[in-house]
């Protein structure tokens, strides 16, 4: 069974045996507005927290978006290349941008749960 | 905050109302978008109407004998020669011919001439002509308006169902429908479009009509932005700025022969030498290889690594769907197809010089 936690970037990971899916979130995406291109990272990539794992580009403008943790890209949205409006669409869903190995799964304990993550969002 | 700093619309709770989503711009809190989204506000203005509030942008009107001579110093422009409702796109040139800023001209009587400024360069272009008009028998008076541009194919029938007819208006001619009232056909978009300054209450008024007519949608500046950049119109301060000329700017079909040879305006003696010699850069439309929009700031390089040049503005084109940018390259390299490329975060994306506009203009001449 996967475990949701979440960032104060707004971003969500999805953990289930030692790899967490990483995405932003639909607080996120509405922010953003329409993205037209997500630059995907190269899967074997290693992260540390708050490295810059992927940038979304929006119309206007492009955004960075961090590693929450350490970890090794194993897997990017490759959905993303041709239909990078999955982001906005399905933010939490189909519109995932990356799958992480996780170097330290303590460093999950200083993220967010769902109830945490609402109440600072407003 | 900051935002405590920023100007607020005369019309800001009308936004609210509709759900905008706002941010800084020249100093105001403006509109970017709206819930319908950048990309759909885009496209509904290419296909019927965008209803954008440009209240930040300034009116003056000059008033007086010498408006046209304040006007011919000011500007590489002869305001004597427009004829009464005719509109010219022009610039105020410093001595060097950079520019500080481009306005639009419309003559509205035998003295009388209304300028449309940027909002970010309106106190600086209100400076200079107050300091231009000294000695001279002519009021420069700023205008308190609304100012609404209503762009697209069937912004003449939105109009005309809200009860303003715009017939006999066509492309660059402006008039004064009403009391206070100031109307061109013109606009930042590449559509057949209108610009309206008017008062607040007139405004309200005109509103209640204009949106409940199911064609018209409002459309914030991110749209706007978007839809100037694919009609290959330039923004003052990114694509023109005090360091660069006309000639540089590609926006010489702005200045006559005659105004050229008359030399009255000022830096008419720097530009006519920059055009003698030959600009060594030049502003191109960009056609960004892939999906990956480059941006204003990135720089651009030949195959071989040489600098080629600078892109001013760079996004993404929803109607041309794709990315498009605008830029400087030296001279030799300003053709159509050139290729050059653009370091993106470490990628190196294939940039082929493009003619513009991306999108074709629309304009209704007559």
Not at chain 1, 88 to 109: R, V
Not at chain 2, 170 to 192: A, C, K, L
Not at chain 2, 287 to 295: A, W
Request: proline share 5%.
């Amino acid at each position: 069974m996967a475990k949701l936690y979440f960032t104060d970037d707004h971003e969500w990971l999805s953990v289930e045996n030692g790899v967490a899916t990483v995405g932003i979130t639909d607080y996120a995406q509405e922010q953003l507005g329409d993205l037209v291109f997500v630059d995907l990272p190269e899967a074997g990539r290693a992260l540390k927290k708050g490295d810059v794992a992927v940038v979304v580009e929006s119309v206007k403008a492009a955004s960075d978006v961090y590693a929450p943790v350490d970890g090794e890209i194993i897997e990017a949205n490759q959905a993303l290349g041709s239909e990078p409006a999955l982001v906005n669409s399905a933010a939490t869903t189909d519109g995932w941008l990356w799958k992480m190995k996780l170097a330290d799964e303590g460093q999950l304990s200083g993220l967010l749960d769902e109830a945490g993550y609402k109440a600072l969002i407003g | 905050m900051t935002g405590d700093a920023l100007k607020r619309l005369p019309l800001e709770n009308l936004h609210i109302e509709a759900g905008a989503r706002f941010g800084p711009f020249a100093g105001w809190s403006m509109p970017l978008t709206y819930p319908a989204g950048v990309m759909a506000e885009h496209t509904h203005t290419r296909e019927h109407v965008g209803l954008f509030d440009i209240s930040h942008m300034k009116l003056i009107e000059l008033d007086g004998k010498q408006a046209a001579d304040l006007l011919a110093e000011a500007c590489p422009l002869d305001a004597e020669a427009l004829a009464q409702s005719q509109s010219k796109y022009t610039f105020l040139l410093n001595d060097k011919a950079g520019i500080l800023d481009d306005l639009i001209v419309t003559r509205l009587g035998p003295q009388r001439f209304m300028v449309v400024a940027n909002a970010g360069n309106a106190e600086a272009d209100l400076a200079h002509l107050n300091a231009l008009a000294k000695g001279l028998d002519c009021t420069v008076k700023p205008l308190e308006r609304v100012l609404l541009a209503i762009q697209g194919p069937d912004a003449w029938a939105a109009l005309s169902r809200a009860g303003v007819e715009t017939g006999t208006l066509v492309f660059m001619h402006g008039i004064e429908p009403h009391e206070n009232w100031f109307m061109t056909r013109s606009g930042y978009t590449g559509e057949d479009g209108f610009e309206i300054g008017l008062p607040e209450k007139d405004a309200r008024e005109l509103l209640d009509k204009l949106l409940a007519d199911e064609r018209v949608k409002w459309v914030g500046l991110a749209a706007r932005d978007s839809l100037r950049l694919e009609a290959g119109l330039c923004l003052h301060g990114q694509d023109i700025t005090p360091e660069i000329d006309p000639a540089t700017a590609g926006l010489m079909w702005a200045v006559s022969k005659d105004v050229r040879a008359a030399g009255r305006f000022i830096g008419a003696e720097a530009l006519a030498a920059i055009v003698a010699q030959g600009p060594s850069q030049k502003r191109v439309g960009l056609k960004p290889q892939g999906r990956q929009p480059v941006r204003a700031g990135t720089r651009l390089f030949d195959e071989a690594g040489n600098e080629a040049g600078h892109v001013t503005s760079g996004g993404f084109g929803p109607s041309v769907g794709g990315p498009v940018a605008m830029g400087y390259v030296a001279t030799p390299l300003a053709k159509p197809e050139t290729r050059l490329f653009a370091d993106v975060r470490g990628t190196r994306i294939p940039v082929d010089i493009h003619p513009l506009p991306f999108t074709q203009h629309r304009y209704r001449k007559g």
